[in-house]
């Protein structure tokens, strides 16, 4: 069965300082797609990124950067000199084949992020 | 903007009540979820929607129906509302083609159940 993993349920750091979360995946699909979310206090979640498992490419977009890699199953975040506006939970999401060409997405059951000043 | 929108941000119902979370979304999209969002459990689908009409259910689907009459719309229902049922309930919708498969999210209904 397909799984999400986010081992971390709390991380706080602060301000300024680097920060990863985790995220390991298990899936026997071939194609599939991988997802993360943040979700501020406010409550909505919103899309950061969708990779592919055939692009293996690191991400980077700002201070946001992601990695790929399927030999260990991950999709790590990195957030660069971290700022109180990312305190947020943030969800990592894995594409599930339904139907044809349909698909919902499997969650881990989130990091809660909490940036210091 | 594309916009998924909730009819409430925070409800409180009795045990035994009739319960309707209603969901709009404006982008055309054939699919549609509810999920519940309990700390610690990530989010749980509840049931979602790929067509009017059509339903499927998810992980949690006991103690839940769903209703969609028109493609924008899709409406959750706790037929007898129980305390187990205090939670966040998220909406979001989807289009089926891959490239285009992000899941928009709603703002949320907090619910509980007194």
Known sequence: AQKVTQAQTEISVVEKEDVTLDCVYE??????????????????????????????????????????QKSTSSFNFTITASQVVDSAVYFCALSEPFMDSNYQLIWGAGTKLIIKP | DVKVTQSSRYLVKRTGEKVFLECVQDMDHENMFWYRQDPGLGLRLI?????????????????YSVSREKKERFSLILESASTNQTSMYLCASSRQREADYEQYFGPGTRLTVT
């Open chain 2, 47 to 63: 049931y979602f929607s790929y067509d009017v009409k059509m339903k499927e259910k998810g992980d949690i689907p006991e103690g």
């Open chain 1, 27 to 68: 899936t026997r699909d071939t194609t599939y797609y991988l997802f993360w979310y943040k979700q501020p206090p406010s409550g909505e979640l919103v899309f950061l990124i969708r990779r592919n498992s055939f692009d293996e490419q690191n991400e980077i977009s700002g201070r946001y950067s992601w990695n790929f």
